[in-house]
């Protein structure tokens, strides 16, 4: 074999290699390649999990909306709007919720760098465990996109990587509180790790109101099923 075509292949098996955890956010072969990756946990429970916040325009009501029932959430935060309202990551740990991480910049990781994904991880970890005060034990990628880098620096920060088994396809213009109760009940909910969105900063303008205006119905709709609801440490992941 020539050099040049073992250097290609050699090339190509390393980039191959190196994204071939992006199979993961392909919800039907998921439960194949790595069953415990969307977060099944005790079938009587259901983490309520949001992502993309801190957001001081909606984040506060979504704090407010559950603390009605009492209900406690995980929240994947990003690492520029943390930086940006650092009083509203305290608020959630006050409030008893649970912060996890989300990255810094909400971007593919197929299309960046190694050490940019490193850094993105590490800083936003850093950030969010010096000002919350709690330091985060799980790690969502954006998009639920994975790659070799990631699940590295979810590693050498010490953080879980947990996608999700539900979601409300919340991001959208077209979205609307039917549409996300109707989305993220769809299926059985024993067990589940439920997707939603508490800002829109990478979403459509507003999208969160039909999230907010869904979570009273989503709480009632696990209730009716006899489902405890709260965050990922009191879910028994698998």
């Known amino acids: 074999m020539k050099p040049t075509r073992a ?10 290699g190196y994204g ?5 956010s392909l919800a039907p072969v998921r439960p194949l390649l790595a069953p415990r990756l969307s977060g099944p946990g005790d079938p009587g429970h259901v983490a309520l999990t949001f992502d993309d916040g801190p957001d001081p ?6 704090i407010e909306e559950l603390a009605k029932t009492g209900t406690k959430a995980t929240f994947f935060l990003l690492g ?6 650092p009083w509203l990551g305290r608020e959630l740990v006050d409030a008893g919720h649970e912060v996890a991480v989300h990255g810094w910049h909400h971007r593919p990781l197929l299309i ?8 993105d991880v590490t800083r936003a970890t850093d950030l969010i465990g010096s000002v919350t005060g709690q330091e985060p034990r799980y790690y969502r990628p954006p998009y639920g996109v994975l790659n070799a880098s990631a ?3 979810a590693r050498r920060n010490g ?27 769809k299926g059985s909910l024993a067990g589940a790790t439920l997707l939603l969105h508490d800002s829109d900063c990478t979403s459509a303008p507003l999208a969160w109101k039909s999230t907010l205006g869904a979570l009273p119905r989503v709480l009632e709709r696990c209730a009716e ?3 405890t609801v709260g965050p990922l440490r009191e879910h028994g992941l698998r």
Not at 7 to 16: P, R, S, Y
Not at 20 to 24: G, K, R
Not at 80 to 85: F, G, S, V
Not at 165 to 183: C, F, M, N, Y
């Open 7 to 16: 250097l290609a292949l050699t090339a190509g098996a390393l980039a191959v």
């Open 20 to 24: 071939a955890p992006a199979l993961t």
């Open 57 to 62: 325009a909606s984040t506060p009501l979504f």
């Open 80 to 85: 520029r709007m943390l930086q940006k309202a």
């Open 112 to 119: 960046r760098r190694p050490r940019a994904t490193i850094e």
């Open 151 to 153: 699940l590295y620096a």
């Open 159 to 185: 953080l879980r990587p947990v996608l999700w088994t539900h979601w409300g396809q919340d991001w959208t213009a077209k979205a609307t509180p039917e549409s996300v109760l109707r989305t993220v009940t």
């Open 225 to 227: 099923q006899g489902l």
